[in-house]
């Protein structure tokens, strides 16, 4: 079963920058998609920027790109999502997701998608 730990989360003024870890673990496909999305209270889960572990490919939706990057410790079996210049805009809780196989992004579904418990981001003026 796959578990995904996040931190990293806080509070920082826009313009700054925070860096979210993720542990992965347990994992029974040889290759999957893991990444980071992100919720606001009322609205649907979004996704942020994934890695594809069979190749390193990398994906980023428009509103980050440029901004957050994406990255991996393959020894550590971690994930890292680099966030700068941080917008109030930005604001929301960010989950670690993987599934098994090749990414799709954005994803067509989260339905079989493993989860973290999420670390809150909070960018303030």
């Known amino acids: 079963q796959v578990q995904l730990v996040e931190s990293g989360g806080g509070s920082v003024q826009a313009g700054g920058s925070l860096k979210l870890s993720c542990y992965a673990s347990g994992f029974s496909s040889r290759t999957n998609c893991v990444g980071w999305f992100r919720q606001v209270s009322g609205k649907e889960r979004e996704g942020v920027a994934v890695?594809?572990?069979?190749?390193?490919?990398?994906y980023y939706s428009d509103s980050v790109k440029g901004r957050f990057t994406i990255s991996r410790d393959f020894w550590k079996s971690m994930f890292y999502l680099q966030m700068n210049n941080l917008k109030p805009e930005d604001t929301a809780t960010y989950f670690c997701g993987a599934v098994p196989g090749y990414c799709f992004f954005p994803p067509p579904s989260l339905e079989n998608y493993s989860w973290g418990q999420g670390t809150q981001v909070t960018v303030s003026n």
């Open positions: 890695i594809y572990t069979g190749g390193e490919n990398t």
